[in-house]
């Protein structure tokens, strides 16, 4: 799949390359190959964007979610409110891809299954599940990682951003 930046990813290997070097547990970035690496970040991309956010697209025709008009949240770190400029992809949205692809990376086989549990008895007095697959779950990998999640989290229309509104 060939990445093409603002179209299909929000960055590029190059740029992962150089986010990845101060990180710990990269070893799977780190021996992929430059074609697995392009299309775990247009994967990653996809499935950030998929995802409601704060704001409104700068262009109805633009190909990803971001950049964005109008889109401001509450920073927990600084105590601040902030405002995105029209034409900015925010750092939290391309870490988070950063974080999609690794976590793509290093989960092929799971991830790409994301297997939903089905469970053949669920019981309530001493909890007891059992799978159709005789795991109990435990072997289900989420497909979003928890870090990009996170990442995003205050640009999230249910986290409390987006537009409000006052009655009197």
Known sequence: MALILSTNSYT?????????ETRLGTSAWDVASEDDK???????SLEIDDNSFIGYVTDTNQALAWPRSEASFYNKRTGLNETFDEDEVPTQVVNAVFEQAL???????AVASAPSVNYESISV????????NGTNGSTTVSKVSK????????LLVTSGGGSWWRSN
């Open 12 to 20: 590029t290997a190059d740029d992962a390359d150089v986010y990845f």
């Open 38 to 44: 392009d299309s775990a970040l247009v994967t990653a």
């Open 103 to 109: 976590h793509i990376l290093s989960n092929t086989d």
């Open 125 to 132: 007095g001493s909890i007891s599940l059992s799978d159709s």
């Open 147 to 154: 870090f990009s999640r996170k990442l995003i989290s205050p």
